[in-house]
């Protein structure tokens, strides 16, 4: 079955039969697919009104609008839609009048289901218990609540045994609910048995992955501006508007026509999502931002800050970031933090801006509350251990230091700001382990950890260690002549107050000869041995590469002195006899503070596919800290230009759409091609029905005025053959993908 649409969209959908009016969000759960099978009953069991249940109701949420595309509002809630604080959110966000959630909590005895809901603008509670496994027990009592809540009448929920076939539909709706569409119909598909419920449900979302139609349900698809073809939820969100669905159907529909360049269709839409509720003036502030209209954007973005609704601030207080204005968006984020002191977002936010003005009182203050909100936030811990650092808290500092390294032990910057507060508390021996740990944690010394000790000096100048730690950080960062002068400086300042606590001897003898050592020339660094090819990154090693072969070349970087460069520029040049440059590559590779040798496999050639078979020549050369080594090797070429081989040079790995499983591979060095090739043609006419279903008719190229599965169907050898040569004629390197999903794009955009 289908694990993905053959044309590679990304799709979330929306169910409404008319305008929605009842939000069911899916229960938590430690078994997801229980707490989806629970709300699903729960949802299907109430009459009179409309209801988006538990598969689509996770993409029910308006999309907040930032840099590089949407967030959903749920995103920053801590307990996500399953609390009072979701609920509320996210009926504020879709414009929705009620909306339930809840958690399944497994008890000794049995289960228990604490239902909440926000029913227009009030919180409402209850709890629903049953014996273990008697879950239509829990259904039938929760959908008595859910429908007094609602005002309405309900039905006797349908039986529900997650033993069975029920277990599946179950899985397909969670599966839908994370935007896995595809996957979701594939599971349906294969299940056998289905009522008659789960078998409309699953009509409907195969008619929605086809053309964004619907059946009964009008499921409707929302793509994701990412799609390959923007232009296809068109006729899907006129049809959703259309049908008089809630307001958020308009902050969609005018997302979805501004991400097409359709402006006044947009500015329509999001004036409508503005005229009916909070959350629609929000996202018409941020399309004026997108649009750089910024004068009308301050505007209603002013008149939000005095909205006391916690989504509709929270859209802005997104939209304002992306202005010139810190002051405005500050007063959004105090409004937010307000209206909604449970999210941790405005207090975040408030806290950089607060660090960018240079005002850590305030950062502390926000970020003090951050820490209480989310505890176990490594980021939060950290960034509060520096903002006390700045007003002089040394101790607290210290802590929430100690406490964000607690959370996460590779959290670098937490380190650097502890071992900050251990050197200016002259005790250089923690502070040189805290630094000496962070340099094996990080990649490379973090620039505004070596600015802090800096300023560390003017602002603690009594700490006599604080140059001794510069420097050690100077020097693998690879400033020598920095480093040598922060040694030297500790020493005379320890010589100059040799009773100094800090002043260890031992520490001065190591200070001077660093400088020394870092002031002597520099020992060479040669290429030791003879490079090695690879064919790709880390496949096998090759003797004789053919023509047209992606290689690595591998070789070792070493040095007879105490350490290498910290950064090498590497260069590999293949050459004829005659000095004619044929092909070349270039990396750039941070060296492990230390090392005296090094092996790398950063640097890529490609062998020209034209070359002829013969002896060439390989240069390697690296360069760092003004030295240099090169080394020559013959490499020896032949054969002809292999396809398959070439395939796996680039890391290009088709897959089989059913299993998973990759259709070519390192096995297929030295198997005939045709084998290959033969190989991947039967996996192109077993996906032909499926390629029926979802593709539309060929207008172009070899297999114009076919439909989608004929088209697979009529393939043969040399159409497959001429596929890979359109893979390898594009830049793609490093990808698996399904080979039914890129035979498909071919094939629709008129192959050659």
Known sequence: MLRRTLLSLLLALVAWASAADLVVHPFASQDPVVG??????????????????PELAPMVAAPIVVPGGFLNPLVVVPGGAFDENGVALLAGATGVPIVVSGSLVNLPDGVRLDLVAFVDGRLLRAAVRAREGDLDRLTAGAAAAVARWAGTSHLPPRPLDLRGVDQEAARARALLGAGLASDALAVLDRAEGLDPADAAFRDDLRAALADGGGGDAALAAIVSLASADPAAPGPAFAR??????????????????DSVGERDEALRLLDAAAAAYPYGRAARAAAAVAHGDEDDARERLGALAVSAEPAALLAGAFAAGALPDPALEDALLAALERAAPFLTYAFER??????????????????????????????????????WYLLGFLDRSEGASLRALQLDASQVIARYNLGLVQVVTDRLDDAMASYRETVRWAAEVDAEAVADLVDAETRYPDAIGVPFALAFLLEQSGDRSAAAEAYERYAARAAADPAAAAADPARVREAAERAAAL???????????????????????????HPGDPLTVVFEVSTRGEALPRRLTLRVELRDAAGTLLASGDALVDVPGGA???????????????????AYVLTVRAEGDGLVATADATVSVAGAPERVRRLIGRGLVATALESGQPLVGARDLGVAEATVWARWLAELHAVADLAEEVLPEVTEGRFAGRSGGRAFADSTLDDVVAFVDHLLASDARASTFALADAYAQWVVDGTP
């Open 350 to 387: 408030r806290s950089f801006l607060a660090f960018d003005r240079d005002d850590a009182l305030t950062a502390a203050r926000a970020l003090s509350v951050a820490v209480e909100l989310a505890p176990d936030s490594d980021l939060y811990w950290t960034n509060l251990g520096w903002a």
């Open 240 to 257: 959703w508007v259309d049908a008089g669905g809630p307001p958020v159907a308009y902050v969609w529909g005018g997302a979805w026509a």
């Open 596 to 614: 005296i040798g090094y092996v790398t496999d950063a640097t890529l050639l490609e062998v020209p596919v034209d070359l002829d078979a013969g």
């Open 519 to 545: 002031r002597a020339p520099l020992p060479p660094i040669e290429i030791s041995g003879s490079p090695s090819l690879q064919l790709g990154r880390r496949g096998p090693i090759v003797d004789r590469p």
């Open 36 to 53: 989806v099978a629970v709300a699903e009953r729960v949802a299907s069991a109430i009459v009179d009104r409309r209801v988006i249940g």
